[in-house]
């Protein structure tokens, strides 16, 4: 997704290289007019001073020494420029985990990043991976958290050590607890130690006994990333006393300003190896430095995109639901199933998000066109009509309607609307001309592929170059296009 975090950002820069992208020919002035509103950008973003004047001088240097290729519009090409260096500044290539024997992974970090949880997101996400994760409760100051890393244990399916209440010796209960991995059978152990509300040197000591005992090949700080340079700030001290490994920065989903997020890299050189993208068990992402920066600066991520419709998805029901749409055969009932599959895929606006030129489309939406609680607005209407009235929803008349609105606790104008978009989407499905043309406002086609293959209608293998992607917004309910509009 375009994370929310980044969204300010990502306009801000937008509209820096707006003009940029249309230029001919660069000069000195183009490259300082737009370095100098990137810089402004990147410092409202709450971007760490010294890691902006660094970026700035490295984008600087470049541009000014590049060669302009013929086949490359200028501006795209100092397009380019930034967004290689926005890549670097988030640390070029991905920096997967390391598990090898023992398979130590310590989790620090203050009162309210998101420790536990993230534990138990680290441990599914491992145990998806093929990985025999355990869990160790190292908190031994807040008895509510090795409860609550024990439930999250039991959600997942993990192991889960849990010392005594009465204990308080740090080092002591780590040994029972490797002393309890070795009857698991695990490969991975994820330690969850405690926090503070601020760092004080108690804590710093206890994480420094504990790390030279348990001496794990990772030490990841978990960081909220909504905190601004305060957490640049943890980072740097965890780093200089304790020695991390690697970032997870959480809560990316919030709408803080992110500059935190890309300053805490480059400060203390230690990678970002994960990144939470919600308040889901399963929303615990790998951090791809190239991807993030092609978010940022609006040209979509179309590989995560596909990933996280893989993960989530159930292929068998996808491909039921997309031979009924192939039949004609669409009714509330298919339409429920639709509405769960996206749900089941998070934030509709987060995955959209992940197209490029989105936020563009994004604008003349209606309000709340893409909530979650449009979508459950949506559920409730139908879950309060009859077995017959979802597979036949040309019986719904006057009377059923006012029933079905009361049921679900909205007005009859909405129950009418949606049942009116549905019969529009319903003529549209019987057609496959139109249903060709929508796939092409969808996906652009891409040499044949896009939407329609993704459906398994298209014989191409290339993506979408989201040029037809005008006509997404009718669909949506906010355009002023003649084609059939999606109740969404």
């Known amino acids: 997704m375009v994370l929310l975090m980044f969204s300010n950002l990502a306009e801000s820069l937008d509209k820096s290289f707006r003009n940029l992208r249309g230029v001919g020919k660069i000069s000195e002035k183009n490259i300082a007019d737009s370095l100098r509103e990137v810089r402004l950008a990147l410092l409202e973003a709450d971007v760490e001073l010294g890691v902006v004047k660094e970026f700035i001088a490295n984008v600087s240097i470049k ?48 009162n309210g990043a998101g420790k536990t949880t993230t534990a138990a997101k680290l441990a599914l996400r491992l145990k998806k991976e093929g990985r025999r994760p355990l869990l160790v409760a190292l908190d031994l100051y807040r008895p509510a958290a090795i ?54 040197t108690q804590l710093l000591d206890e994480l420094k ?78 951090f791809h430095p190239n991807r993030m920066a092609d978010r940022i600066l609006g040209m979509g991520d179309v590989v ?28 509330f009932n298919d339409f429920l199933d639709q509405m769960k599959m996206i749900q089941n895929l998070g934030p509709l606006e987060g995955l959209l998000g992940m197209l490029p030129g989105f936020s563009k489309i994004k604008k003349q939406l209606p309000t709340g066109a893409l909530s979650d609680g449009r979508i459950k607005q949506m559920e409730a209407i139908v879950l309060s009509m009859t077995k017959k009235e979802r ?66 209608g298209g014989g191409g293998k290339g993506m979408p170059d989201m040029k037809g992607m005008d006509g997404l917004e009718d669909l949506l309910g906010g355009g002023k296009g003649k084609g059939p509009k999606m109740p969404f």
């Open 63 to 110: 541009a000014q020494g590049t060669d302009v290729l013929k086949s490359v519009a200028p501006g795209e090409q100092i397009v380019k420029i930034f967004q290689d260096e926005l890549t670097n500044l988030l640390g070029g290539d991905q920096a997967p985990i390391n598990l090898n024997a023992p398979g130590y992974v310590l989790l620090c970090g203050l």
């Open 147 to 200: 409860d609550q890393l024990a439930k999250l244990a039991e959600q997942v399916d993990v192991p889960c050590y849990t010392p005594d209440p009465t204990e308080k010796d740090l080092v002591k209960v780590a040994k029972k607890a490797l002393k309890w991995s070795k009857t698991q059978n695990g490969t991975v152990v994820i330690f969850d130690t405690a926090g503070r509300q601020e760092l004080d």
């Open 209 to 286: 006994k504990l790390h030279k005992f348990l001496k794990p090949g990772e030490t990841l700080l978990v960081a909220d990333s909504a905190t601004g340079q305060q957490a640049v700030s943890v980072a740097q001290t965890f780093d200089q006393e304790i020695g991390i490994t690697g970032l997870i920065l959480t809560k990316l989903d919030g709408d803080a300003r992110g500059g935190a997020a890309l300053s805490m890299r480059a400060v203390t050189g230690r990678p970002i190896k994960y990144i939470g993208e919600g308040e889901k068990i399963d929303d615990l992402a790998e």
């Open 304 to 331: 995560s995109m596909v990933e996280q419709v893989a993960d989530k998805i159930d292929e068998k029901e996808a491909m039921k639901s997309a031979k009924r749409l192939q039949s004609g055969k669409f009714d």
């Open 391 to 456: 597979a036949k929803p040309i019986i719904i008349k006057a009377p059923r309607r006012k029933r079905i609105a009361n049921g679900s606790g909205t007005t009859l104008l909405q129950v009418n609307q949606l049942l009116k978009q549905f019969g529009q989407m319903q003529k549209m499905m019987k057609s496959k001309g139109k249903m060709k043309d929508m796939m092409k406002q969808l996906g652009g086609m891409g040499g044949g592929g896009g939407m329609e293959g993704l459906m398994g």
